[in-house]
Each structure stands twice: as C-alpha cells, then as structure tokens.
C-alpha cells in the first residue's frame, strides 16, 4: 500500500495533508468540522504562496478563483 501512495504524487500530497491535520487533533477535537477547516485554511494558505511565487496581483487573482 505504502508503494501504491508514494508511486502518486496526488496520493503524496493528500496522505501530507491528512498526517498535518492529525498533528492538530487532540481527544476534544470535532473532527469532522476542523478538518473542513483545516484543508480550506490549507488551500488558502496555498493560494497566496502560488500568488507570490508567481508575482500575481493578489486581489485580482482571488476574485478570479472566487469565480
């Protein structure tokens, strides 16, 4: 299973995702709605990395996802 995930880049970046999330929950956690949170933080998060990497104009480019 471990050669199945880490053949494929979009396992990869998923099982990251899922292990940083998991760093995060404590016996308290609700997981369902922190996770939600959690990866629409993450793709924020990502958004504007991608928005500097490429020298983009920040307000422009996030309308244009909103679409």
Not at 3 to 26: E, G
């Amino acid at each position: 299973m471990d050669k199945a995930i880490y053949s494929s880049m979009n396992f990869r970046s998923k099982l990251q995702l899922i292990q940083d999330f998991i760093k995060t929950v404590t016996p308290q956690t609700e997981v369902d709605v922190e996770w939600k949170k959690f990866v629409e933080e993450q793709q924020k998060s990502d958004l504007l990395k991608i928005i500097r990497e490429e020298n983009l104009k920040i307000e422009e480019t996030l309308k244009f996802m909103e679409k």
